[in-house]
């Protein structure tokens, strides 16, 4: 399962790198930006989908470490990057500040619901909960202000010529393949969260 999963993930990278080379993110001022709309949200529901129908694929996400899941979060320091890009006049702040902060928040908050896990602190559970509810709080936020801010129909307008759009290269990875593979992480870590304290679950 693993390896088909790798080879699964793998494609779809390859995918979604062939799709902002050729443009396919990128909408027209006078239309909205589904094919990017599409790309975020349908990996997701084609994880829900198999979680429900494949028990075999549901046995193997709920056996993921916890930890490990967790521990991938911090990665999303990164989103600082676009504050950065904020302030050399790249990306517009409606975007940039709760985009970049909450996934920085999320990022440095990682290492310690990590260690509390390892530690088996009383409050653990309560802390996972709360990273991953953050976590998703943020990538709604992320998408709904980076819509209002693109320079699609469904955009604020203003001056976007200048501007790194997130349906091109090398930021339409984010939306397109960074963003739904990590709220599946959020989804599993979820489920398994929901599973461990189950009335008469063991702790993981």
Do not use: E, K
């Amino acid at each position: 399962m693993t390896g088909i999963l790798t080879v699964i993930v793998g494609a779809w990278f390859l995918g979604a790198l062939a799709g902002g080379m050729a443009n396919v993110f990128l909408a027209p001022p006078s239309q909205p930006p589904l094919a990017l709309l599409i790309a975020v949200v349908g990996p997701v529901l084609v994880f829900a989908l198999l979680y429900r129908t494949w028990p075999r694929f549901c046995h193997f996400v709920l056996a993921i470490d916890l930890r490990w899941l967790t521990a991938v979060q911090g990665w999303r320091v990164l989103g600082g990057l676009f504050l950065a890009l904020y302030a050399f006049g790249l990306l517009p702040g409606l975007f940039a500040w709760p985009a970049g902060a909450g996934d920085m928040a999320v990022g440095l908050a990682a290492p310690f619901v990590l260690l509390a896990i390892l530690r088996r602190s009383p409050t653990w559970r309560r802390q996972v909960l709360w990273l991953y509810v953050a976590g998703l709080v943020d990538f709604a936020g992320a998408v709904g202000t980076g819509v209002l801010t693109s320079a699609s129909s469904l955009g604020l307008g203003g001056d976007v010529a200048a501007r790194a759009q997130m349906g091109a290269l090398p930021l339409s990875l984010i939306p397109t393949f960074a963003v739904p593979l990590w709220t599946v992480f959020h989804a599993i870590s979820l489920l398994q969260l929901r599973r461990i304290t189950a009335p008469g679950a063991s702790a993981a």
